[in-house]
T-cell receptor
Framework: EAGVTQFPSHSVIEKGQTVTLRCDPISGHDNLYWYRRVMGKEIKFLLH????????ESGMPNNRFLAERTGGTYSTLKVQPAELEDSGVYFCASGSIDQLHFNEQFFGPGTRLTVL | AQTVTQSQPEMSVQEAETVTLSCTYD???????LFWYKQPPSRQMILVIR??????QNATENRFSVNFQKAAKSFSLKISDSQLGDAAMYFCAYREGAQKLVFGQGTRLTINP
């Protein structure tokens, strides 16, 4: 079974530019989460999709961030325009609605974003 | 809001010895899950062990075990017979239902050969 994949693995952009991160969850997983870790701090929740619907977007920092999950499959997270403080590692996780597996979240390798 | 605190930014242990990583959390809920995740260098985060709050018995997975003290809101991870492959960042996390994970700051564990 393929795991959660994220693209790109690294992205270096200048302040003011736009970047789009992509996450492909494990096939069949309805839950998809975005998290980020900024400057060695704790990993913080951004938002949660159930299929194509946003279940919880309370962690989105501001309106420069836009997440989509068209068709309930892969998800994109766009940052426009990027600011210096957006630098960090963006993680995606997916999980099934399956009590047997305690709704475990499986993480992708992350995208390291550097804004210069 | 729920918070998770890992007070040890870095820990080191000799290979084959035992190490304990600390984690405390704050919640007013009675039903929740606690997790330890491991992130090896340049690799993705994987689940090490989990504990359901309603279970009094401490979870164990091979060399990994937890000491879950619900009243004290403490959830420490013990790694026995440490191996070089255990070197990683370890994150303690809290979750209610299928909702978001709340993470601690992480503890970087170094294994000395």
């Amino acid at each position: 079974e393929a795991g959660v994949t994220q693209f790109p693995s690294h992205s270096v952009i200048e302040k003011g530019q736009t970047v789009t991160l992509r996450c492909d969850p494990i096939s069949g997983h309805d839950n998809l989460y975005w998290y980020r870790r900024v400057m060695g701090k704790e990993i913080k929740f951004l938002l949660h999709f159930v299929k194509e619907s946003k279940q919880d977007e309370s962690g989105m920092p501001n309106n420069r961030f836009l997440a989509e999950r068209t068709g309930g499959t892969y998800s994109t997270l766009k940052v426009q325009p990027a600011e210096l403080e957006d630098s960090g590692v963006y993680f995606c996780a997916s999980g099934s609605i399956d009590q047997l597996h305690f709704n475990e979240q499986f993480f992708g390798p992350g995208t390291r974003l550097t804004v210069l | 809001a729920q918070t998770v605190t890992q007070s040890q930014p870095e820990m080191s242990v000799q290979e084959a010895e035992t190490v304990t990583l600390s984690c405390t959390y704050d919640t007013s809920e009675s039903d929740y899950y606690l997790f330890w995740y491991k992130q090896p260098p340049s690799r993705q985060m994987i689940l090490v062990i989990r504990q359901e709050a309603y279970k009094q018995q401490n979870a164990t997975e091979n060399r990994f075990s937890v000491n879950f003290q619900k009243a004290a809101k403490s959830f420490s991870l013990k790694i026995s017979d440490s191996q070089l492959g255990d070197a990683a960042m370890y994150f303690c996390a809290y979750r209610e239902g299928a909702q978001k994970l709340v993470f601690g700051q992480g503890t970087r564990l170094t294994i000395n050969p």
